[in-house]
Nanobody, 125 residues
Framework: QVQLVESGGGLVQTGGSLTLSCEASGRNFNNSPMAWFRRAPGKEREAVATINYTGGQTWYADTVKGRFTISRDKAKNSVYLQMNNLNAEDTGVYYC??????????????????WGQGTQVTVSS
């Protein structure tokens, strides 16, 4: 059974940093894209960052570009999201996701087959 388990969320002050981790189990995702999405209060879930199967290609939402960094560790079947200079608009539930396999690393939610349960990030002023 495939599982994605996120960790690292919490409460942080404006300007602070957090690193989210997501470990996959049940199968190897070394040939799959991985991504982070978030759902802010009262808003739809949106893509934050994606990374291709090699780790050499990434995409970021404009709102996080320059502040967030997505990375992956194939040996650990994991993906990470380093978040710096956090602000109140970054508050939300963060989900990791991955797909069966392939070169694509887009932002369409339907393209991802497996999802974690989410981890809460709250940024206070």
């Amino acid at each position: 059974q495939v599982q994605l388990v996120e960790s690292g969320g919490g409460l942080v002050q404006t300007g602070g940093s957090l690193t989210l981790s997501c470990e996959a189990s049940g199968r190897n995702f070394n040939n799959s894209p991985m991504a982070w999405f978030r759902r802010a209060p009262g808003k739809e879930r949106e893509a934050v960052a994606t990374i291709n199967y090699t780790g050499g290609q990434t995409w970021y939402a404009d709102t996080v570009k320059g502040r967030f960094t997505i990375s992956r560790d194939k040996a650990k079947n994991s993906v990470y999201l380093q978040m710096n200079n956090l602000n109140a608009e970054d508050t939300g539930v963060y989900y990791c996701a991955t797909a069966q396999q392939g070169f694509w690393y887009g932002t369409t939610q339907s393209g991802y087959d497996y999802w974690g349960q989410g981890t809460q990030v709250t940024v206070s002023s």
